[in-house]
Nanobody, 123 residues
Framework: VQLQASGGGLVQPGGSLRLSCAAS????????VGWFRQAPGKEREFVAA????????THADSAKGRFTISRDNAKNTVVLQMNSLNVEDTAVYYC?????????????????WGQGTLVTVSS
């Protein structure tokens, strides 16, 4: 499966962004999807993940209450809605897909990665 992340940009603190991860292939529903981010000088970190069916999801503590992950298997799309953004959320955001397992936190276990989309939170 090929993944294309989009929706990043420049936003002021307190603002919102909606990231999308579009997947190619007819078996998208066979893959769980995760969002990760990497800030300059820092390691890549888990943000959120959603199960293959879309019925289960999990979010990092830093994202809980502010970010929401969802998916539409009919449209081969996973969305990360980000609200109440702050400067610490500035990073390149990546979507990734994994087969056979749901809600995986470890980035090394994911099979496919999108190219990343830059989110900059600044006044």
């Amino acid at each position: 499966v090929q993944l294309q992340a989009s929706g990043g940009g420049l936003v002021q603190p307190g603002g919102s962004l909606r990231l999308s991860c579009a997947a190619s292939g007819r078996t998208f529903s066979s893959y769980a999807v995760g969002w990760f981010r990497q800030a300059p000088g820092k390691e890549r970190e888990f943000v959120a993940a959603i199960s293959r069916s879309g019925r289960s999801e999990t979010h990092a503590d830093s994202a809980k209450g502010r970010f929401t992950i969802s998916r539409d298997n009919a449209k081969n799309t996973v969305v990360l809605q980000m609200n109440s953004l702050n400067v610490e959320d500035t990073a390149v955001y990546y979507c990734a897909a994994i087969s056979d397992y749901d809600l995986v936190y470890e980035s090394a276990r994911y099979d496919y990665w999108g190219q990343g989309t830059l989110v900059t939170v600044s006044s």
